[in-house]
């Protein structure tokens, strides 16, 4: 199980700000995305977009295998405009 954070937009589309989520211990970055938008198919809009952290450190959608321990945080990141 993993911990799911969702910032911005993504928040937005999935209704919540974090929730837990289980999920294969290895599986690539894009494997993750999919599973999330399983749950919350509203975020596929930003899939072009949205950039992870794992653990911290950003990961881009692709097929990057991510090995992850229970407890791990994903951070979900949309794109955040300046002005």
Not at 56 to 72: I, W
Not at 73 to 81: G, K, L, N, T, V
């Amino acid at each position: 199980q993993v911990s799911v954070l969702y910032f911005a937009r993504s928040a937005e589309l999935a209704g919540l700000r974090c929730e837990t989520l289980s999920v294969p211990r290895q599986i690539t970055s894009l494997q993750l995305w999919e599973e999330i938008v399983k749950v919350h198919p509203r975020l596929a809009v930003i899939q072009d977009q949205v950039v992870f952290a794992v653990r911290q450190e950003y990961v881009l959608l692709g097929d990057q295998l991510l090995v992850l321990q229970p407890g791990d945080e994903i951070a979900i990141i949309p794109p955040i405009s300046g002005g």
